[in-house]
Nanobody, 126 residues
């Protein structure tokens, strides 16, 4: 399984970006996809997650109301729409996937996932 994340870049504070994560090598019909981020000198932190079936989503408090996670099952792709970006959103964003069903409370932990991509850099200037 390969996860290809893209869509990062440089944007001014208040701007928007949309990240994509395409999964190949396996069709996901259950489980979840999560976005995590890691800023320089900091630990990787949870951003958002979505189940491959149903409507369950989860967000970190720091991005609620600004970021929206969505999926396209036909394309095996998950998106992260990021609006009202702040300098503190600057980080490398990683997508991670798990093919087995996990409880919603577990989606915020990177250890719950079996696959991860290479990351895409998001830089928000003030």
């Amino acid at each position: 399984v390969q996860l290809q994340a893209c869509g990062g870049g440089l944007v001014q504070a208040g701007g928007s970006l949309r990240l994509s994560c395409a999964a190949s090598g396996r069709t996901f019909s259950s489980g979840a996809m999560g976005w995590f981020r890691q800023a320089p000198g900091k630990e990787r932190e949870f951003v958002a997650a979505i189940r491959w079936s149903g409507v369950s989503t989860s967000y970190a408090d720091s991005v609620k109301g600004r970021f929206t996670i969505s999926r396209d099952n036909a394309k095996n792709t998950v998106y992260l729409q990021m609006n009202s970006l702040k300098p503190e959103d600057t980080a490398v964003y990683y997508c991670e996937a798990v093919s087995r069903r996990i409880i919603l409370s577990a989606v915020a932990s990177t250890v719950s996932y079996d696959y991860w991509g290479q990351g895409t850099l998001v830089t928000v200037s003030s």
